[in-house]
């Protein structure tokens, strides 16, 4: 079934207005900066969380304390080959 349009009024839009693209990156840019502040908050309670545990519950893990730094930034290590992914 096709629609009938109205032709009053209507204007074509080829591509948002430039206040609309200022307005869609700041609010990008804000996200971001969000993401980015959010990790690195998770990455310190981790980091303070591991330290805390004993060498015991570390070695359970997996993990040397050494390697607590490494851990919290990067990830954990791959099974195949020990390397952090």
Do not use: Q
């Amino acid at each position: 079934m096709i629609m009938p349009t109205l032709r009053m009024g209507m204007k074509p839009v080829a591509r948002p207005s430039v206040n609309g693209r200022f307005f869609t990156t700041s609010v990008e840019i804000c996200r971001s900066g969000l993401r980015i502040l959010a990790r690195i908050i998770r990455i310190r309670r981790d980091r303070a969380w591991l330290d805390e545990l004993p060498d015991y519950l570390l070695r359970d893990i997996g993990i040397k304390r050494s390697e607590i730094s490494s851990v919290t930034w990067f990830g954990g290590k791959t099974d195949r080959d020990g390397m952090w992914n």
